[in-house]
Structures are given as C-alpha cells and as structure tokens.
T-cell receptor, first 113, second 113 residues
Framework: EAQVTQNPRYLITVTGKKLTVTCSQN?????MSWYRQDPGLGLRQIYY???????DKGDVPEGYKVSRKEKRNFPLILESPSPNQTSLYFC????????????FGPGTRLTVT | SQQGEEDPQALSIQEGENATMNCSYK?????LQWYRQNSGRGLVHLIL?????REKHSGRLRVTLDTSKKSSSLLITASRAADTASYFCATDNYGGSQGNLIFGKGTKLSVKP
C-alpha cells in the first residue's frame, strides 16, 4: 500500500531532551516536507527536501533539523525541544516537484513539558 | 508567512445543500490546491488548479481561480455528512523557494444530517 508513515504517533517529552520523528514513504517520491499545525495558525512548513541531500528551510525552521540521506526517509530532529514546539506534526511527500500534489502522513502529536 | 486565507472560518449547513469556501492569496502563483482534513488526521489532496486555468471539476467538487483577484473558491455540491472536515487551500511560492508551499488557516465545514 502506497503510504507515508510517521513514528511515533504520540510523544510526550521534557524540555531539552533530543528527539527524532521519523518519516518514510514507499512511493519513490522525490519531494518531502515537514509541517506543524497549531490552532488558529493552520499548517506551516518547517523544512522541505527536493531530493536526496537537498534540503531547504520553510517558513518556521528555527529549532528543527532535517536530513535526507535516502530517498524514502526524511527525519525531523529537535535537538533541544521547548514547550513552544508542542504541536501536531505532519510529513508529506510528492512524486515530483512540479506536480505539487502532496501525500500526507497520519501526524505526530508532540507535547513538550 | 501566510499566503492563503480561507473564508469563512467556519460553515454549518444541512445535508444536501451546497458549500462554498473561498481562498485569497497575496502573490503570484503557479498553482493552487485544496486539501481536506478530518479531525486530527493527515490532509488529503482534493484538487489542483494551475494559474492558467479558470475552473476545474472533480466529482462533486468545483474549483475556480481568479488570478486577477488572487482568489479561489471551492464548491461542494449536494453535501453529505461525510464531507464534515476542515478544508485548506495551499499555494506555491512563485518567485520564491521552489517547494515552499503555503497553507491557509482553513475553513471548518460541518454538514448536519
């Protein structure tokens, strides 16, 4: 089944404890992206990747890191999480840059205390 | 930066009625997309309309695009309770970083049986 998977789906952590949210797609998509969703703010793009080893900042990259060492995986890293990073996170992928239609993962609900 | 802004923020209708949602954006675009999100879940792509298109249909969905007014509308005809969801428009960042997609804050649609 073609899909985007994220792990974990739910995570409660403490300030400053490094964490990684994994994202994987099995559709051989070139483009992958991370978003956070907050009440009243909609979805905001954190980072995106056009292909392996090619990443770029979105609108709210501060406090996050990403890597794209393999085409299928695009992990989101929070080196030192803070409470303002409590949010619902979505990973998405797209077949090609010019197609733009994105396939979303199920989301990861992160709480930082 | 928020580009797409949906209107209204919330819409409540009876089953069988039509639902119209609007999206306004600020800069030139290559294309505009509409997505649906059921509560707390990943977004699902509905339809993409390119900047040189004025109208597009997909099943009960009709999307229009007016680039002179920088606006788009999504019409759902003969609505069903299952259409209850939040709807988002998304635009690319024309002239900016490729791959930077900008989502609006969404319209929450409630269809009552």
């Amino acid at each position: 089944e073609a899909q985007v998977t994220q792990n974990p789906r739910y995570l409660i952590t403490v300030t400053g404890k490094k964490l990684t949210v994994t994202c994987s797609q099995n559709m051989n998509h070139e483009y992958m992206s991370w978003y956070r969703q907050d009440p009243g703010l909609g979805l905001r793009q954190i980072y995106y990747s056009m292909n392996v080893e090619v990443t770029d900042k979105g609108d709210v990259p501060e406090g996050y890191k990403v890597s794209r060492k393999e085409k299928r995986n695009f992990p989101l890293i929070l080196e030192s999480p803070s409470p303002n990073q409590t949010s619902l996170y979505f990973c998405a992928s797209s077949p090609r840059l010019d197609s733009y239609e994105q396939y979303f993962g199920p989301g990861t609900r992160l709480t930082v205390t | 930066s928020q580009q797409g802004e949906e209107d209204p923020q919330a819409l409540s209708i009876q089953e069988g009625e039509n639902a119209t949602m609007n999206c306004s954006y600020k800069t030139s675009i290559n294309n505009l997309q509409w997505y649906r999100q059921n509560s707390g879940r990943g977004l699902v792509h509905l339809i993409l309309i390119r900047s040189n298109e004025r109208e597009k249909h997909s099943g009960r969905l009709r999307v229009t695009l007016d680039t002179s007014k920088k606006s788009s509308s999504l019409l759902i005809t003969a609505s069903r309770a299952a259409d209850t969801a939040s709807y988002f428009c998304a635009t690319d960042n024309y002239g900016g970083s490729q791959g930077n997609l900008i989502f609006g804050k969404g319209t929450k649609l409630s269809v009552k049986p």
